[in-house]
């Protein structure tokens, strides 16, 4: 028996709702306070324990392995299997099982690539086995899960259904939801249909519950966030950089703001609410920025007023420019005297003139 648990990272979507911040950049190699989101699930696996991790890549595949590498600049063997066709999550878990070298018993973990969360990771594994179970499913408790699978489970933590989205509150029968980590017994994946798309949430899940298989939920409401968002995303780092989020990779200390080295801030800016500033971005005098992101190489001009969002690399934001909850692609000029809110985005090298729009509202 593998003492040290491998693990399976699924990081092949398409980052469609995060757009324009996934246009050049696959979602999990989207900065989250300093590093790529992936470096944080990176480091926490392998301080749970975890050695070999398979990554499953699909959309932009190219630009995992020359940032990793081997993985050994983190104290991991990383290997990289790539979709030709994307096959959903239980697809891709399929698709990468020739390169585990666990044992049919040994206990797999799968991550998926947009889940920033604070699982005890060993615990899960712990759990997994003292059950004996076939699967193990991370659950999380929310307030309302209308919008997730639910997951009932009886007095022992064992899965008795998978629910789809509920519609109505007689259908809310738990506030249990499936969070995105999963134990798998390493024989259990072979029996996953190979060469085509399949969903372990629709499919995978429901199917061995069927057929009698032992299927454990492991309650851990710890912080969990769906990174799927840009506001989400701009949340997820700031919970980082203010240490709501563990992670040992954030690199520099927790606290109200992230200023990378080669970054230039003027002393009487303002940086709160776990602000990024990344490598080579230039923040100009009497900005204030709060609880946001700014990529490297973007510039923020003096007295722009920026809140809850994020800038993409090399953009550049005009004077007494205000931003809340807005997202600013890469290579992006928003002129001077500007007010967006509430979601606006503006596309990758987009140019908006000088107090072109004072007000502007998601449609």
Sequence with gaps: MNLAPEAILLVGG?????????????????????????????????????????????????????????????????????????????????????????????????FNGDILTGLDIKALVATHRSTGADVSLH??????????????????????????KPQTPEEIVTDQIN?????FRRSVIDTIPAGRPVSVERETFPDLLDSGAHLQGMVDSTYWLDLGTPHAFVRGSADLVLGRAP????????????VLPSARVAPDAKLTG?????????????ARIDGSTVLAGAVVEAGAVITDSMIGEGARIGART?????????????????????????W???????????????Q
């Design 247 to 258: 992670s040992p990779a954030v690199p520099g200390r927790c606290g109200d703001r992230l």
């Design 139 to 164: 659950l999380t408790r929310v307030e309302d899960p209308r919008a997730y699978g639910l997951v009932p489970t009886d007095a022992t933590g064992r899965v008795t259904a998978f629910l789809e």
């Design 14 to 110: 398409k980052g469609t709702r995060l757009r324009p911040l996934t246009v050049n950049t696959p979602k999990p190699m989207v900065p989250a306070a300093g590093v790529p989101f992936l470096t944080h699930q990176l480091a926490r696996a392998r301080a749970a324990g975890v050695e070999h991790i398979v990554l499953a890549t699909s959309y932009l595949a190219e630009v995992f392995e020359p940032h990793f590498g081997d993985g050994s600049s983190l104290g991991l063997h990383l290997e990289y299997v790539t979709e030709d066709e994307p096959l959903g999550t239980g697809g891709a878990i399929r698709n990468v099982a020739s390169r585990l070298r666990s044992g049919p018993d040994d206990p797999v973990l799968i």
């Design 348 to 362: 990758c090298g987009a140019v908006l003139p000088d107090a072109a729009i004072r007000f502007s509202s998601d």
């Design 274 to 286: 776990g602000t990024v500033i990344g490598e080579g971005a230039l923040v100009g005098e009497g």
């Design 179 to 183: 969070a995105g980590a999963y134990v």
């Design 322 to 346: 205000a931003l809340s909850g807005a997202v600013i692609g890469d290579g992006a000029t928003v002129g001077a005297d500007n007010e967006l809110r509430d979601g606006v985005r503006v």
